[in-house]
């Protein structure tokens, strides 16, 4: 997607950042003229008004903090500028996060959870619109959107569980109770959404933003 969206400033320059070593690692391939990788935590950005868009998709709900990412927008951006984000929002992964929940509550692991911080912040749209105005943006535009999404089959939702949406619940239990959790959230999520046909429904809500400086 960055490489995409270098395409559409061909005179301009697009920087693709990650806290991921690996995830950076992956994407440099892919640099060009215009298009470039950084290292980098989104919590820590050097920039200093240098760019015109701030751009994400699909990540903002691992953050918790967005009064804080906001700050760090409004120093990125140029007096012209704007950000566009889409990320998770209220109802979204209904039934994983039921299925989770209740895993966790388990006799055998729930003393692995003792002070366990949720990874996630999935806002409603009510709710985001006014964490928006109050980071002092103009022109601001939020909406909510359903991409509820239907796995073709078992696999395909197992595979989605084990990466990303069980990572950071499973590096909480000890080695020799790794597989037992992972197995009891499987079953228990193919329980919850496998339909008639062999498919498996679980709900994708989004928050979309748009913002100018």
Known sequence: ???????????????GIDASQGMIEAAKPKQGKNVRFLLMDIDNLEFDQEFDVVFSNATLHWMNDHRRLFKRVQRVLSQA????????????????????????????????FKGFVWPWYMPSVEEYRALVQGAGFQCIDVWGENADRFFPNADAMTKWVDQPSLVPFIVCVAEQHNAL??????????????????????????INVYAQK
Do not use: H, W
């Open 1 to 15: 997607m960055t490489v995409q969206l270098s395409r559409l400033v061909p005179n301009g320059m697009v920087a």
């Open 81 to 112: 500028g704007a950000l566009r984000f889409n990320f998770a929002g209220d109802g979204n992964c209904s039934s994983f996060i039921k299925v989770i929940r209740e895993s966790m509550t388990l006799p055998l692991f729930s003393k692995y």
């Open 181 to 206: 959790f992972r197995d009891f959230v499987v079953r228990r999520m193919i329980e919850e959404t496998e339909q008639a046909d062999g498919r498996c429904f679980e709900t994708f809500r989004r």
